[in-house]
């Protein structure tokens, strides 16, 4: 054993005692109380003091649009609508340029990092108005910061694929070129039903998994997700496919929701809630008593649903906020479903990082031996009052390496 970094003052999870991690070549390989540490130990090794904070492994982003972020400034709002978002970020995109998607997709990315961020699913808009100049962007993005963010790329037809002739031909030479997985958006398409069918197809074909934007309505007619669960059944899919969104769960009473819930858990399909995204468009139609519109995680989870938190949109039509922040989201989950409790708090956290680990299949996540040497530290002392307290991590590694510090605000009382 060769180690090459030690970090010492870390408090893991469980453990009254600080502990010391040894690393090497960018994996966890021995762990230790820090009262049995030898001062020899740290010759000739990189040291990373953590100073007491909390270790953790690092967040995870499920689902982000890298290449429409941050073009808010670019648009005009009016009603606010699913539906005038998607015309004014198509307008929007007509003017896109690669350098442009790069610069702002490297202003997201940086934000994720600083925010915790370690992986990162962000879905890339493929048709023949963009062809694939955003995602030759993107993917260039997921090289250059390969060092602090592992990024999978999404392919998806936003404006429909029976009805925009060439998306689908794009969407293969997408996926030719490297593409990590393939994504749907069966609402904006002429034949909805179909598209599913169309992208399982395709998803087999090149073997890659498959992500939605599904049901993003509060009309609980029409509903696709079964549609989605019976292919998912059809194609031997299960743990390979993930609904976003799916904003016409919240509007089911309980006992409908668990009958689906139980479909889905079967299926092994995994769900997705956008709150920032489906708060800020759901429920425009209402005056009054206006409906949350954010898919119900808790039951669902109950219910052996894996599920996870995202961000979705970052400075854009469909969501004009954002810094990054995947507590934040987690924190605003917790309000808009009124969880409170210590293990309802730590729920949020698992669905903005172990949880979305699982839903993303990514391998040697942990803070264990043999898993990727990828973690964050926060100021506190249990992983509940990150949430609570919408706390930002101090500090991050990935494979080893310290991606980012963050030192806290000064006071100077008179």
Known sequence: MIIDTIIINCLLEGKEELSCVFIEKGKFVKFLDQSSLLSSQLNNVKVIDAKGLLMLPPLVETHVHLDKACIFSRCELHQGTLSEAIEQTANAKANFSYDDVYNRGKKVIEKAIKQGTSYMRTHVEIDPVIGLTGFRAIQQLKKDYAWGITLSLCVFPQEGLHNNAGTYELLEQALQLGADLLGGCPYTDSLPEKQIETLFELAVKYDVDLDFHLDFDLDIRHMLLPHVIEMTIKHHYQQRVTVGHVTKLSTLPMDQLLIIAERMSSAGVHLTALPSTDLFLMGREFDHNIPRGVAPLMPLSKA?????????????????????????????????????????????????????????????????????????????SDRAEIIATIQSPSLGIKNGKVTFSRNDATLYPP
């Open 304 to 380: 052996g649903v894996n599920c996870s938190i995202s961000s979705n949109n970052i400075e854009n039509p469909f969501t004009p906020y954002g810094d990054c922040s995947q507590v934040r989201q987690a924190n605003l989950f917790a309000n808009i479903a009124q969880l409170a409790t210590k293990n309802e708090l730590v729920q949020c956290l698992d669905w903005v990082s172990s949880d979305s680990a699982k839903l993303m299949g990514i391998e040697h996540y942990g803070i264990a031996l043999n898993m990727s040497a990828d973690a964050i530290f926060f100021p506190v």
